[in-house]
């Protein structure tokens, strides 16, 4: 029922107004709003962000701080070549909440957003789009052409981006943003490198790097970890025949067989044994390492043994080829056996080939074995498309994957070939393009990494992270294996490399700033990518000519580690503000980011700083689908983000991400219930709360004529303990959520704030109802709607960085309530511009809460009783029975008697530290399909010596949760405690039992027929209740109760006679027995099933009053005279239907004018005499005026009639009230319209009058007279002109 009603837009009457007057400058006049009893949160979302658009909250929050200390916040930067998805929204939640906490905690925080606009991800859709395969294809139509397509869609979906960062609620300056295309950003990016360059950490070098072939560039390590996969790939064993004896062949074992054109050596591990082995079955002899023989045989019968030696006794011996493509490297010793301990022993041969520039340990290795060197030509023959080089003749051309397969089957030809399978393992796809990366030697530029990694260990020490295993685990195992970084791409559309060169790289000269490669150019310089200045150069200053710019752009991870500074254009400018406020104070990214984004900012603020680029971050995990798949826009397999915002709204996915495991670094799996239970669980009870107090302000106003004013500085404290005990848990609250929010767990504070919201609707609200609505006297009530403002206004202070929103309309109407006097802050027209609450120590006292949290233990207890023995609360019982062995417990339970009585609703509470008096002990029963699967033959013994155990046995197995029974260890889940009574002599009282650790709760369930009477009648309550809330009623509504009980007489009947005052106490509504009155006006009727009776119930509007006949149409209505298309036309338009709902503006009227006269998208424009109406015109005030409608011509001023021009009815709904959201019981159906056209006839009537009211689908009676005695019969309807039919509704198949 709850989620029907708030879905339902149409059933929420009125929506919050924003705005108004600050609480410092309001009268004590202005009024608080009415609390509509559902809320579609969405679309109250949707209104405050109006609200914050219009008074620009987020520029005048930073106004307002901006002389404060500066609290320094980095966002990393997302292309806006994608559009935004689960991880983005939860980084950005993250992030939004700890800034909103650092500004209401006294800070200035700048907010700016960033764009990583360069790289991969831009290239990669411009290729796709064009067509593009490699530079050839680029160097066609231009890199300037090239460029010109990646800038235009480098903020393709921008619009987009910012429409759900601010959705979301996020408070970020996208106005006030950096690009990583901005020249100046790029400038300082320039200058970040030439500090690097001037260190010596620059440096030209060949390097095996993952190489995505898509995009024709190299990766960097921490790239090519993004994206690992399943494949299956060919797995082969290669023969290598001795050149000394070719009989016998070394055996190599590969999954990519492309490299094999390009093997110069095989490798052994010098240290583990090898063996010379004859294959039984061909009678081959292969030498491979001992540990691996299974690679190539089942079982030890399918092979012999011949010898066996060292690995180390292999070295230098020669083997055939198995290719003659680079034949002339045998002179430098290729083709030969090497040794290396990166040979291991559980995979392949044993035996490992050596592409050396396809692998970074056959680099290596080669390298110590001189048999490639750093400056001899590289033996790399796959271009950066991945296809062979004409040097491969056989399979030149080929895209390296595709001819795996050729050069398996020309291996099997020429004999070469052992043994061919598929092998199926992880590996690295390139993270744009999806495509297997493979390892290639590419010159590159690189940063030296590996000296400085002990300094990166210490200044990662400094900083303190969220879950703090990240920073020892992932993140320092990562920076201990750091690898010098490469820096460079061969690509276009990015920050170029500002390196000038000689052609024999001998001279080169760094360039920092734009400035300086001007004075070296003398050109002027405007904009800093490839386009712009590859064509410019540098006279030697060595005689070596010009120096021309190394074609390079900087891997665009450079850029984003650069983002600290070149957001700030530092050093060039804003020197002292950067200076003044780094390291940052806080960061947050996801967990995958700590091989990219966290990485490079630490590598560069280390190298050039020496210290740490941030104090504080908060890493978050991975969204995943709710199957635990990753989401994947291609299998569908997660709901649209704004489909979840639309349905239930930002706050609540705000808050479902917030309290998961993805804010302690773990993963989520993404389920739509979630967020609805935030719903469900949280916002609306806590909007109930806040629409209780509302409802109660506006009942002590209405009945007693208080104003009630809130100031904290004046308030009295109360006396009674629940409200001592609710704003000591409130401080408690305030005091444990600073302290959790400094450490920035949040993944510990929203776990509280939603247990508080419990504690408030469930405990406070619930067991003050009664003082709240001012039965215990006004000064009680006073305290009681004192404490409940005070702790919700605290909670909104509170929440407000984690729900913004919802805050933000609770505060609007709430801070109408707080006295103008007490407001500290200059402007309070937003909860977000207030501080957080000072946590008031004196309010705390942890023995009450202590108490409250005994009396919640008896309580609850108590329920779990009346469940188990099927007793409605609404039953009361006569005793209950508290045991606890501790005095002082006990006595702060007597202090709370008055809510355990009224909750277990009970007539005596008693107190006792003796369970013995009561005759309660303690009996087990084991729990059979347990202890019978584990025990087994010995179970029934077991049971047996159970069934025996003594009840101070089994007590003290209660509080060790282990007893030991013939000989074997029984364990809570093992036993089940059941309490026992010896009936104790001379009575007949009937008690229940049930328990916690500490405290022992006995109901007296013996039946008493006073009390089922009771009962009874607060089920009457109940239904009258019910009733009222389906009626949509408040409190304050003045309603009259009339009911029947048949058979008249009976128990119900009499019950209810008996009971008429207890239930007039309650429901503060008269109770009348039937007939109502034909004239009184019905909300709302129902008739059910109670202890054997028909139980009727209506409820009335206080006063049944008659009404002055209506003249004229009972709506407001204009004529119109319409001149379109060579033809005039002559009709009316009801301005409202029924009184009161459903009003026009000049848009709906122009939209309803095409319909009624069949206009279809003519240009219209509509007139007051001669004036134009405007979007914005005041339609009511023309009520019973002609207008006219043309395509925009001004008519010639007309005289029309200013009655209405159409046949009408009035008709005046007497039993009922509206349904559908409509207010107004009285409505107008015209007869014709336009002038003698579409006449309604006497089918349609009755349902027309139904849409009128929202009763569509309702049985109705219409009457010619208000007493309803004369029914209207008459098929015609041409009598009925300016007539009033009264119109009755008839129950439906539930209500009779």
């Known amino acids: 029922m709850i989620l029907l009603r708030v879905w339902s837009i149409a059933s929420f009457p009125r929506p919050h107004s924003f705005g108004g007057v600050p609480a410092a400058e309001s009268s004590a006049r202005t009024m608080v709003e009415p609390v509509p009893e559902s809320i579609h949160f969405p679309s109250e979302e949707e209104r405050v962000l109006q609200f914050w658009k219009e008074k620009d909250c987020f520029q005048e929050c930073l106004k307002q701080s901006k002389n404060r200390p500066r609290y320094t916040f980095y966002d990393g930067p ?161 023969n290598f025949p001795l050149l000394d004896d070719e009989s016998v062949c070394l055996i190599a074992w590969t999954t990519t067989p492309w490299t094999l054109p390009s093997n110069l050596a095989l490798c052994v591990n010098p240290e583990f044994m090898y063996v010379k082995v004859k294959d039984n079955a061909t009678d081959k002899v292969y030498i491979m390492m001992e540990a691996r023989l299974g690679a190539l045989f089942k079982s030890e019968s399918e092979y012999t043994i011949l010898d066996k030696f060292p690995g180390k006794t292999l070295k230098g011996k020669r083997y055939k080829p198995l290719f003659e493509y680079f034949i002339k490297c045998k002179e430098n010793g290729a083709f030969s056996v090497v040794l290396d301990n990166y040979v291991r022993e559980e995979e392949g041969t044993g035996v490992v080939h050596q592409a050396p520039y396809f692998g970074a340990d056959d680099y290596r290795v080669c390298m110590d074995y001189n048999i490639i060197q750093r400056d001899s030509a590289p033996i790399c023959p796959v271009d950066s498309s991945g296809c062979f080089t004409p040097d491969v003749t056989h399979f030149a051309g080929q895209y390296v994957k595709d001819a795996d397969k050729h050069i398996i089957k020309f291996l ?234 639309q349905n239930y709204g930002a706050d609540a996915l705000r808050l479902y991400l917030i309290n998961s495991p993805v804010v302690r670094a773990e993963n989520l799996r993404f389920k739509e219930d979630g967020v609805r239970d935030v719903l469900k669980d949280v916002f609306l009870p806590w909007y109930n709360a806040y629409r209780f107090l509302v409802q ?190 501790d005095p002082e417990a006990l006595r702060d339970i007597q202090s709370l008697q008055k809510y355990i009585l009224e909750e277990l609703n009970v007539r005596q509470l008693t107190l006792s530290t003796d369970k013995d008096k009561y005759g309660i002990r303690l009996r087990a029963e084991p729990d059979h399909m347990v202890l019978g699967k584990r025990l087994k033959g010995a179970f029934k013994s077991v049971t047996a010596s159970i069934k025996e155990l003594k009840s101070e046995q089994l007590e003290a197995f209660q509080k060790t949760g282990c007893i030991v029974v013939d000989g074997h260890e029984l364990h809570e889940e093992d036993l089940r405690l059941m309490y026992s009574f010896d009936q104790m002599s001379g009575t007949s009282v009937q008690y229940e039992a049930h328990s916690d650790a500490q405290v022992l709760v006995l109901l007296d369930i013996t039946p008493d027929q006073s009390m089922v009477d009771e009962g009874v009648a607060r089920e009457v309550i109940n239904r009258i209740q019910k009733l009222r809330k389906k009626g949509h009623l408040v409190p304050s509504d003045e309603i009259t109760v009339y009911y029947s009980s048949e058979p008249a007489g009976d128990y119900l009947d009499k019950v209810i006679q008996a009971h008429t005052d207890f239930i007039l106490a309650t429901t503060k509504a008269p109770l009348k027995p039937y007939p109502v009155p034909k004239n009184a006006s019905v909300i709302v009727q129902e008739r059910t099933q109670l202890k054997g009776s028909d139980l009727d119930l209506t409820i009335v509007k206080g006063a049944a009053v008659s009404r002055a006949p209506l003249t004229g149409p009972a709506c407001a209505y ?49 007139f007051s005499g001669t004036s134009e109406l405007k979007a914005n015109s005041d339609l009511l005030a023309l009520s019973g005026k002609t207008l006219s409608v043309t395509a925009g011509v001004s008519p010639k001023a007309t005289n029309g009639s200013d009655s209405v021009i159409c046949p009408y009815i009035n008709l005046q709904l007497v039993n009922a009230s509206p349904a559908e959201c409509l207010s107004g019981d009285v409505g107008t159906l015209l007869l014709a319209n336009p002038v003698g056209q579409n006449g309604l006839q006497h089918a349609g009537l009755l349902s027309e009058t139904a849409k009128v009211f929202g009763l569509r689908g309702r049985r109705l009676k219409l009457y010619k007279d208000e007493d309803l005695a004369e029914e209207f019969t008459e098929t015609s309807l041409k009598t009925l002109n300016t007539k009033t039919l009264y119109v009755q509704v008839l129950p439906t198949t539930a209500e009779a």
């Open 696 to 885: 109660n302000v506006q009942r002590l106003h209405k009945e007693e004529d208080i104003q009630f004013l809130y100031n904290e500085n004046t308030a009295k404290p109360s006396d009674n303990i629940m409200d001592k005990w609710i704003q000591s848990f409130t401080q408690s609250l305030i005091q444990f959520f600073k302290a959790e929010m400094d450490a920035f767990r949040l993944y510990t504070v929203v776990p509280k704030l939603v247990k508080f919201v419990d504690m408030l609707t469930n405990w406070y609200v619930r067991t003050n109802r009664r003082r709240l609505k001012g039965e215990s006297g006004t000064e009680d009530c006073l305290w009681a709607l004192e404490t409940l403002f005070s702790v919700l206004f605290s909670m909104c202070r509170l929440m407000a960085p984690f729900t913004p929103f919802i805050t933000e309309m609770m505060y609007q109407n709430l801070r109408h309530l707080i006295d103008p006097v007490s407001v500290e802050e200059k402007d309070s027209s937003s909860i977000h511009y207030l501080m957080l609450p000072q946590v008031r120590e004196s309010l705390i006292d942890k023995r009450i809460e202590s108490a409250v949290s005994q009396m919640q233990s008896v309580i609850e207890l108590g329920r779990v009783i009346r469940d188990r023995k099927t007793l409605p609360v609404k039953y009361p019982l006569r005793e209950v029975v508290v045991i606890h062995q």
């Open 412 to 645: 099997k030809e020429n004999g070469r070939l052992v043994n061919a399978s598929t092998f199926t393992h992880s590996y690295p796809f390139c993270w744009r393009s999806d495509t297997p990366l493979i390892y290639k030697a590419v010159p590159s530029w690189f940063v030296r990494v590996e000296h400085m990694v002990e300094k990166l260990l210490d200044n990662n020490g400094k900083c303190y992270w969220v879950p703090e295993f990240v920073r020892e685990k992932r993140f320092g195992n990562w920076l201990r294996e750091a690898r010098d970084w490469a820096v460079s791409r061969n690509r276009y559309w990015g920050t170029p490399i500002p390196l000038w060169v000689s052609d024999d790289f001998e001279e080169v000269v760094c360039v920092g700033s734009v400035a300086e490669l001007e004075e070296l150019t003398g050109v002027k310089v405007t904009d800093l990518h490839r386009e712009s200045i590859d064509g410019l150069t540098i006279p030697s200053r060595c005689g070596k000519g010009q120096l021309k710019r190394v074609s390079e752009v900087f891997d665009c991870w450079f850029e984003s580690g650069s983002m600290p500074y070149a957001q700030v254009h530092y050093p060039f400018e804003n020197r002292r503000e950067f200076e003044d406020t780094f390291p940052a104070d806080f960061i947050a990214e996801g967990i995958d980011q700590t091989r990219g984004w966290f990485y490079t900012l630490l590598v560069l603020s280390t190298a050039l700083f020496g210290k740490p680029p941030f104090k504080n971050v908060i890493v978050n995990g991975l969204v995943l689908a709710s199957d635990g798949q990753k989401m994947s826009k291609r299998k569908k397999n997660y709901p649209d983000p704004n489909l979840i915002v």
């Open 1118 to 1166: 204009v004529n119109l005279k319409v001149s379109l298309n060579n033809k005039q036309q002559e009709g009316t338009v009801l301005l409202e239907n029924p009184k009161g709902d459903n009003k026009f503006d000049v848009e709906k009227l122009k939209l309803v004018c095409r319909s009624i006269f069949k206009l279809n998208d003519s240009p219209l424009a509509v």
């Open 78 to 238: 997302p292309f806006a070549t994608g559009l935004p998805h689960y991880g983005h929204i939860l980084a950005g939640t993250i992030k939004d909440i700890v800034t909103r906490f650092a500004h209401q905690s006294g800070f200035h925080v700048d907010r700016r957003f960033g764009w990583d606009c360069h790289g991969l991800p831009v290239e990669y859709e411009i290729d796709k789009t064009l067509g593009i395969r490699g530079p050839e294809d680029v160097a066609k139509i231009g890199i300037a052409e090239y460029n010109k397509q990646c800038r235009s869609i480098v903020m393709r979906y921008s619009n987009e981006w910012e429409i759900s960062v601010m959705r979301m609620g996020r408070w970020i300056d996208f106005k006030n943003d950096y690009k990583t295309l901005y020249p100046w950003f790029m400038e300082t990016v320039w200058w970040v490198f030439k500090q690097l360059y001037d260190k010596g950490m620059v440096y030209r070098g060949v390097k095996v790097m993952p190489f995505s072939t898509a995009c024709n560039t190299p990766l960097s390590n921490f790239e090519s970890h993004q994206n690992y996969k399943d494949v299956q790939d060919p797995s082969v064993i290669v």
